[in-house]
Protein backbone atom coordinates (compact mmCIF):
# COMPACT_ATOMS: atom_id res chain seq x y z
CA UNK A 1 0.00 0.00 0.00
CA UNK A 2 1.52 3.23 -0.91
CA UNK A 3 1.32 6.45 1.11
CA UNK A 4 2.81 9.78 1.20
CA UNK A 5 2.17 11.30 5.16
CA UNK A 6 2.78 14.93 5.15
CA UNK A 7 3.59 16.55 8.29
CA UNK A 8 4.96 20.11 9.76
CA UNK A 9 2.47 22.46 9.04
CA UNK A 10 0.54 25.11 11.16
CA UNK A 11 0.29 28.54 12.06
CA UNK A 12 3.52 31.19 11.60
CA UNK A 13 3.31 34.76 11.74
CA UNK A 14 4.24 36.38 8.11
CA UNK A 15 8.26 36.63 7.54
CA UNK A 16 8.57 33.10 9.71
CA UNK A 17 9.65 30.17 8.29
CA UNK A 18 7.98 26.00 8.64
CA UNK A 19 9.91 22.98 7.13
CA UNK A 20 7.45 20.52 5.91
CA UNK A 21 7.96 16.99 5.47
CA UNK A 22 6.73 14.06 3.25
CA UNK A 23 7.58 10.28 4.45
CA UNK A 24 6.85 8.04 1.83
CA UNK A 25 6.14 4.47 1.69
CA UNK A 26 5.03 1.57 -0.89
CA UNK A 27 7.01 2.47 -3.22
CA UNK A 28 10.91 2.55 -5.08
CA UNK A 29 11.08 6.13 -3.32
CA UNK A 30 14.42 6.73 -5.38
CA UNK A 31 13.02 6.70 -8.60
CA UNK A 32 10.45 8.90 -8.25
CA UNK A 33 10.00 12.83 -8.65
CA UNK A 34 8.64 14.62 -6.29
CA UNK A 35 6.47 17.94 -6.02
CA UNK A 36 5.36 20.11 -3.68
CA UNK A 37 1.58 21.86 -4.37
CA UNK A 38 -0.34 24.12 -2.85
CA UNK A 39 -4.43 25.11 -2.69
CA UNK A 40 -5.84 27.50 -1.26
CA UNK A 41 -9.49 27.82 -0.62
CA UNK A 42 -11.48 29.10 -3.91
CA UNK A 43 -8.12 28.53 -5.69
CA UNK A 44 -6.66 25.59 -8.45
CA UNK A 45 -3.99 23.59 -6.85
CA UNK A 46 -0.44 25.37 -7.75
CA UNK A 47 2.73 23.79 -7.77
CA UNK A 48 5.43 25.24 -5.66
CA UNK A 49 8.58 22.81 -5.69
CA UNK A 50 9.65 20.07 -8.06
CA UNK A 51 12.71 17.83 -7.36
CA UNK A 52 13.48 14.93 -9.69
CA UNK A 53 14.82 11.92 -8.70
CA UNK A 54 18.42 12.80 -10.16
CA UNK A 55 17.91 15.68 -7.69
CA UNK A 56 17.13 18.62 -9.85
CA UNK A 57 14.85 20.73 -8.43
CA UNK A 58 12.82 23.95 -9.69
CA UNK A 59 10.22 26.39 -8.42
CA UNK A 60 7.78 28.68 -9.96
CA UNK A 61 8.59 32.61 -9.63
CA UNK A 62 6.10 32.95 -6.92
CA UNK A 63 8.45 30.98 -4.45
CA UNK A 64 11.51 30.98 -6.14
CA UNK A 65 14.37 32.13 -3.21
CA UNK A 66 12.33 31.59 -0.28
CA UNK A 67 11.48 27.60 -0.25
CA UNK A 68 13.84 25.34 -1.05
CA UNK A 69 13.29 21.29 -1.55
CA UNK A 70 15.10 18.61 -1.04
CA UNK A 71 15.18 14.73 -0.40
CA UNK A 72 16.64 11.67 1.35
CA UNK A 73 16.50 8.54 -0.24
CA UNK A 74 17.83 6.44 2.53
CA UNK A 75 14.49 7.68 4.86
CA UNK A 76 12.18 8.19 1.82
CA UNK A 77 11.78 11.88 3.18
CA UNK A 78 10.99 15.01 0.87
CA UNK A 79 11.28 18.22 2.64
CA UNK A 80 10.17 21.61 1.67
CA UNK A 81 11.98 24.35 4.04
CA UNK A 82 9.76 27.79 3.75
CA UNK A 83 11.38 31.24 4.22
CA UNK A 84 9.83 34.86 4.41
CA UNK A 85 6.49 33.31 4.66
CA UNK A 86 3.82 35.61 3.75
CA UNK A 87 -0.12 35.90 4.39
CA UNK A 88 -0.62 34.40 0.52
CA UNK A 89 1.56 30.92 1.26
CA UNK A 90 -1.63 30.29 2.94
CA UNK A 91 -2.85 27.30 1.68
CA UNK A 92 -3.14 23.39 2.13
CA UNK A 93 0.12 21.63 0.93
CA UNK A 94 0.30 18.73 -0.69
CA UNK A 95 3.23 15.96 -2.01
CA UNK A 96 2.93 14.15 -5.41
CA UNK A 97 5.16 11.77 -6.55
CA UNK A 98 5.69 10.37 -9.73
CA UNK A 99 6.63 8.45 -11.86
CA UNK A 100 6.73 8.20 -15.44
CA UNK A 101 9.06 5.64 -17.25
CA UNK A 102 8.80 3.98 -20.49
CA UNK A 103 5.20 2.06 -20.62
CA UNK A 104 5.29 3.03 -16.21
CA UNK A 105 3.01 6.02 -15.30
CA UNK A 106 2.65 6.07 -11.94
CA UNK A 107 1.43 8.98 -8.96
CA UNK A 108 0.08 9.41 -5.99
CA UNK A 109 -0.64 12.11 -3.75
CA UNK A 110 -0.05 12.67 0.01
CA UNK A 111 -3.09 14.02 2.24
CA UNK A 112 -2.14 17.13 2.73
CA UNK A 113 -1.05 19.32 5.67
CA UNK A 114 -2.25 22.99 6.23
CA UNK A 115 0.02 26.27 6.58
CA UNK A 116 -1.72 29.46 7.56
CA UNK A 117 0.72 32.59 7.84
CA UNK A 118 -0.88 35.49 9.74
CA UNK A 119 -0.33 39.02 9.07
Known amino acids: QVQLVESGGGLVQSGGSLRLSCAASGIVFKMYDIQWHRQAPGKQRELVAT???????SYPDSVKGRFTISRDNTKKEVYLQMNNLRPEDTAAYFC?????????????WGQGTQVTVSS
Open 51 to 57: ITSGLIT
Open 96 to 108: YAILRWGAIDDSY
